[in-house]
């Protein structure tokens, strides 16, 4: 049998030949050019079949472009692929990155509930769309309430009621004086 590299040697005038370099480009639009040029080919078939029976991984052969060939279509790698080459990720590669994302967040799920519940396990559980355990709302709720005891003691620096004899009064400030205790009308 004549091996691929013979017939090339034979054929004149084959796209491949000429410009080489868009075949093997690192760009997708240079591939998707190559993959085109391809198509009058006289060793298509050949071409493509020893592509294919050597596990070429990288290139345009037969008019196809190996990086492209959904090889790792259904894991993360596939849809990394589609991202780099910024086209819409196919479901079976959608599907493994959610897949992946989830694995990620349970394992981080797991170390806030081993550290005994936390506001990041609260957030964890809000992504993951189900509702928080016991531990992880029980530290929402105490972030809450620090926060809240927070606000109270910058709030008790602002205003403040003073008595004067008779009634009580509103301290406010002023930028002229100071302080001015007004009456209050009960």
């Known amino acids: 049998m004549t091996s691929l590299h013979d017939l090339m040697n034979r054929t004149p005038g084959l796209p491949c030949r000429l410009d080489p370099d868009a075949w093997f480009s690192d ?29 070429q991984r990288w290139g345009v052969w037969g008019g196809v472009d190996m990086t492209a060939v959904p090889t790792y279509c259904g894991t993360e790698r596939g849809y990394r692929m589609h991202v780099r080459d910024g086209e819409a990720a196919c ?10 994302v989830e694995k990620r967040r349970r394992e981080q799920l797991a170390q806030e509930h081993a550290a005994g519940g936390s506001v990041r396990g609260y957030e964890v559980h809000r992504r993951l769309g189900e509702p928080a355990c016991a531990a992880c709302l029980a530290a929402v709720r105490e972030q809450s309430a620090q926060s809240r005891r927070a606000r109270a003691q910058r709030g008790r620096g602002r205003a403040r009621s003073a ?10 400030p002023s930028p002229q004086t100071g302080a001015h205790a007004l009456p209050v009308a009960s």
């Not at 479901?91 to 992946?100: K, R, S």
């Not at 008595?163 to 406010?172: D, E, I, K, R």
Request: glycine content about 8%.
């Open 27 to 55: 760009f997708t639009l240079d591939r998707r050019y190559a993959a085109r040029q391809c198509g009058a080919c006289p060793l298509l078939l050949a071409c493509r079949l020893y592509a294919l029976e050597s596990g």
């Open 91 to 100: 479901e079976p590669c959608t599907d493994a990155h959610a897949a992946l």
């Open 163 to 172: 008595s004067s004899g008779s009634g009580s009064a509103v301290v406010l």
